[in-house]
């Protein structure tokens, strides 16, 4: 399926907010990948061991480290309803490359907890984001280059776009993925707000404990939705649904989409931080967007309304093949490419 171009939530910003009127040239690169089988295609899936756990900031940090102590590091930053599963078969690639990958479950999911059980479950971007400040503050880790998607995608552009002296180079599914939550207040068309039903749903208590019922099931659905051409097993699904029994996954899934939609409050010590990334920050790192060709999360064709938002080095690529919203996975060695491509400076 050809991606959409209706306008989304997810994208609202690079319209409304951004007020642009004019397509930028696009720097498109198309990877074929009708070669590359899928990751569970005649062999055990890939898994990563025993997790790390560590506390930083608000949380204790489930999360993988491989590859040499002393390699440059990357971050690979899951979204939602993912985890870090999704880069199974990206990690080992860029082992082999002599990196060292970080790869950790973002708040309400997997292994990642709280440390205090008074901490709002708080979904909003500032939160997440800072998350991984964090974790890097306490793995020592002064700078990376990041790769990720969909909630990762946008903890990533935020990393990017107000600390870049932590962030060495981007990987982003999507393109910006900053939210304004003014911008989003706008209704969209009918056949936008139609796509982004399940945010209505969450909006409501019966949402809520429908998630919280039936969040196998629905995740599955979203999967099935996001990436419609993508042929995953149930084993590739069984492997990352165990995530989404965090005691805390439904409560910061349901803040993070009534957050966005003004339903529900962030807290004061990330206003600052908010009221910056309202007005839509430029990003100046070396950065690639990737996009796949069969996106079932509703996007805009192309890089137009977001282009101008990437101020330094950069190049967009679109992965052919029938690759959907969850790209690292789906598409691995091209993604893991791309992770390369910026941290060698070939854009």
Known sequence: MSPVSVPSRRRFLGTAALGLTAAAPLALVSAAHAQSAPASAGRALAGFGPLRQIDAGLLNVGFVDVGPSDGRVVILLHGWPYDIHSFADVAPRLVAAGYRVIVPHLRGHGSTRFLSPATLRNGQQAAVALDIVALMDALNIRRAVFGAFDWGARTADIIAAMFPERCAGLVSVSGYLINNREAIKAPLPPAAEYAW????????????????????????LIWKTASPKWNFSDAEFERSAAS????????????????????????????ALERQLAAGPAIDVPTIVMEGDA????????????????????????????????????????????????ASGRL
Request: proline share 5%; no cysteine; glycine share 8%.
């Open 197 to 220: 039903w399940y945010q209505f749903y969450f909006a409501t208590e019966h949402g809520k404990a429908g998630y919280a019922m039936n969040r196998h099931d629905f995740n599955k």
């Open 244 to 271: 989404f029994d965090n005691p805390d996954h439904v409560d910061v899934v349901i803040h993070n989409y009534r957050w966005r939609q003004s339903l529900a409050e962030g807290e004061a010590r990330y206003d």
């Open 295 to 342: 996106n079932g999360a509703p996007h805009f064709t192309g890089d137009a309304a977001f282009r101008r938002k990437f101020t330094g080095p950069y190049a967009y690529r679109v992965v052919t093949g029938g690759i959907g919203h969850n790209l690292p996975q789906e598409a691995p060695a091209e993604f893991a490419q791309a992770v390369l491509d910026v």
